[in-house]
């Protein structure tokens, strides 16, 4: 159960604002819990179900990022406006602002993974633990992961989804219903959509500016300027204990979670059985056990210490 934000406002981001959400109460012995959502371009919505770690002891930041949601919406800000960098100054400038950098972990979703990686490697202090959920470390294998469960879909599928695709008319009810089949493969299993995912996926569908120029016009289309976009280089550079999350089922297979596996120091991961790219919805007594024992040790490193002798 969602637990009742204890602030909202939004924070100055240079010439724009972040909107935020704070549940619990930050400044305490226990880190706050800052969650970056995915898209790049969605909204917090989805992931609001994590406010319940608050009645664990852990305040939960919730943000929307720049573009979407209560932030600032630039739908005529250049193509170039929208970068990779500019989504980590502004995690960065958040963490600031609402005073919790001496003392925080980073929860990642999809796109927001790769966010928190790169913040993670450059080693702020108050940084005490980092969560990757359900993220590509790089564009590139996601774009060929993509291929390979596209060519699994029931017969037809793909082909009518390309030949949407090459005519440009990703915009059509036909290409949605034709793309449901893969989102309910490898995005989402529970059925109907729970009303968090279907709320931050319409928000999105309202609003694509960030998504239509980084993303493209789907999960498995990339076509925008994260095509290419990685952040292996950086792994080597992080540090603080490290818990990777994915689905069986999940669009970011695990070959392209594997070199966060491979090249983090200090890093374990949970692939959810039943799970596809949402397992906190799909999963949630599952997700919530893995989650909150991995906070607890983060917090307690005597408890690590432990269970990294059990």
């Excluded at 932030?71 to 929208?82: E, I, K, M, Q, T």
């Excluded at 990642?108 to 790769?114: A, E």
């Excluded at 603080?240 to 089922?249: C, E």
Aim: one cysteine or more; aromatic letters at 10%; a negative charge.
């Amino acid at each position: 159960m969602a637990v009742a934000p204890t602030a909202k406002g939004w924070v100055p981001f240079g010439e724009h604002r972040t909107w935020y959400r704070v549940t619990g109460q930050p400044g305490g012995a226990a880190p706050a819990v800052v969650v970056v959502h995915g898209g790049p371009g969605s909204t917090h919505d989805y992931l609001l179900s994590l406010t319940e770690l608050a009645g664990h002891g852990f305040p939960v930041v919730h943000y929307d990022q720049l573009g979407s949601g209560g932030s600032s919406r630039l739908p005529d800000a250049d193509p170039g406006f929208w970068n990779p960098e500019l989504f980590g100054d502004e995690l960065d400038n958040l963490v600031h602002r609402l005073g919790i950098e001496d003392n925080y972990v980073l929860y990642g979703q999809s796109w927001g993974g790769l966010v928190v990686a790169r913040h993670a490697a450059e080693r702020p202090d108050g940084l005490r633990g980092l969560v990757i959920a359900n993220s590509p470390a790089s564009y590139e294998l996601w774009r060929s992961e993509m291929d390979r469960l596209r060519a699994l879909l029931p017969p037809g599928v793909d082909e009518g989804l390309r030949a949407h695709e090459a005519a440009g008319t990703t915009d059509t009810q036909e290409y949605f219903d034709l793309m449901r089949v893969f989102y309910d493969r490898h995005v989402c299993r529970v059925l109907p959509w729970p009303a968090d995912y279907l709320a931050s996926f319409m928000e999105m569908a309202d609003n694509s500016t960030v998504y239509s120029v980084m993303n493209g016009p789907s999960e498995f289309t990339v076509t925008g300027t994260l095509a290419d976009y990685s952040v292996i280089d950086r792994l080597d550079d992080i540090e603080v204990p490290t818990l990777l999350i994915s689905g069986a089922h999940d669009e970011a297979t695990p070959a392209t979670v594997q070199p966060y596996y491979d090249r983090i120091h200090d890093v374990r991961w949970e692939i959810l059985p039943e799970s596809s790219h949402v397992p906190h919805l799909e999963e949630p007594d599952r997700f919530r056990e893995i989650l909150l024992g991995f906070l607890q040790e983060v917090h307690s490193p005597a408890e690590r210490e432990v269970a990294s002798h059990g």
